[in-house]
């Protein structure tokens, strides 16, 4: 079930998160002599009309959230430092046995060198999966991702990079603690510069995740790329790649599972006024299901911000995406596949220099062939932030 809930949440994040892709708020920072701090509280209220992503019997529920943040930055020499750690407190008003205290604390760093270039960046968090019902709770768990890499310019248009991530996912209820798990993924890269603002790239990831306690989950993963990535023109930025992705149970009987994949981020700002964000993934999610380890995923989303004035701002977005699972489950008598549709309406309204004020409504919808899984979601949000 917490893999269904993650796969329709897919379309929520990719709908919602436009709004902070498109509409970053400037904020003035203390500057203490080339350190740069940048401390934010905000309220935000939340009303959905229902919480369980249900078919019938739906449950609404007005979500209070406290947000406070705090971010750090440097620029020494030819480095760029970055800490950063911020939370999410939420008190719902009906279902109080749900409130939950979300925290994220993390740092990064990269040094640029002549033709060689280093980074390094952290990020440990305190979160949990939602319930399904009212007769579950929340299912905390803690998550920490550390990582590096580099990429060097061998010669004037050839290059190479490599990149390495540890994430670690420690289900903190003994119930669920089958769940827990550490992966690690590899990434080298070779890149050839078309242009001094774009390049060809291959990539390939190979995904080593290894669950403690229950191991016929543990599985490599296997994705190979190819790719352009820059400024296309002076208003025009893509990152563009595609390719194939395989998954092999390392513990289990279950034949290796196959997709094609691809990305897609294009950004178009033709006018300072106007900035345009087409996102597409497609690729696959490991599934705790044993029927089907490899669920399918197409999400695509479209947004766009218009700055109305210099301080006021709507933020329209839709998208749309699938799910199919290409093994018959138990008792099943057709592969099932899932249909999500989303959309909204965003409004920023910077009020002052220190004070922003935003407002959205979100739309999202599942349409599966087997009916159970069908729901349809409205959610409304009204946000006050005060940052230095």
């Given at each position: 079930?917490?893999?269904?809930?993650?796969?329709?949440?897919?379309?929520?994040?990719?709908a919602l998160g436009l709004a902070g892709i498109l509409c970053v708020a400037p904020a003035a920072a203390i500057d203490l002599d080339g350190v740069k701090i940048t401390p934010s509280v905000g309220y935000q209220g939340e009303y959905d009309d229902n919480i369980f992503r249900a078919k019938n019997n739906k449950q609404s529920d007005y979500v209070n959230h406290i947000l406070p943040a705090l971010k750090i930055e440097a620029t020494p020499g030819s480095s760029e430092l970055e800490a950063h750690a911020s939370a999410d407190a939420m008190f719902y008003s009906r279902h109080t046995n749900f409130n939950f205290v979300d925290y994220t604390l993390g740092g990064s760093g990269k040094l640029n060198l002549n033709r060689l270039t280093l980074r390094a960046q952290e990020e440990w968090r305190h979160t949990n999966d939602f319930p399904t019902s009212n007769f579950t709770d929340r299912t905390p768990r803690d998550e920490n991702t550390l990582g590096g890499g580099f990429d060097f310019d061998m010669a004037k248009l050839w290059g190479v990079g490599f990149d390495y991530t540890?994430?670690?996912f420690h289900y903190i209820d003994?119930?669920?603690?089958?769940?827990?798990?550490n992966r690690q993924t590899f990434a080298p890269t070779v890149f050839y510069r078309l242009t001094g603002k774009t390049k060809l790239f291959a990539e390939f990831d190979y995904v080593s995740n290894i669950y403690w306690d229950d191991h016929t989950r543990s599985n490599n993963q296997y994705k190979g790329f190819l790719g352009l990535k820059g400024d296309v023109t002076d208003y025009f930025k893509v990152t563009a790649k595609a390719g194939w992705g395989g998954l092999h149970l390392t513990n289990s009987s279950t034949a290796d599972q196959n997709a094609p994949m691809a990305a897609i981020e294009a950004i178009y700002k033709p006018i300072d006024r106007l900035e345009v964000v087409w996102l597409l993934v497609n690729d696959f999610t490991f599934s705790t299901d044993a029927f089907n380890p490899m669920i399918q995923n197409l999400n695509t989303s479209l947004g766009l911000r218009y700055a109305i004035t210099p301080k006021i701002s709507l933020i329209p977005n839709g998208s749309f995406g699938t799910s199919s699972y290409p093994n018959l489950s138990a008792g099943q008598t057709e592969k099932r596949l899932d249909y999500l549709f989303g959309g909204g309406l965003g409004l920023r309204y910077d009020i002052m220099k220190y004070v922003k004020f935003e407002a959205?409504?979100?739309?999202?919808?599942r349409q599966s062939n087997y009916d159970l899984n069908n729901y349809n979601d409205n959610r409304v949000f009204f946000t006050v932030t005060l940052s230095m």
């Open positions: 079930m917490m893999s269904q809930r993650l796969l329709s949440g897919l379309l929520t994040a990719a540890w994430d670690y003994g119930g669920y603690h089958f769940l827990s798990n959205a409504y979100a739309f999202q919808a």
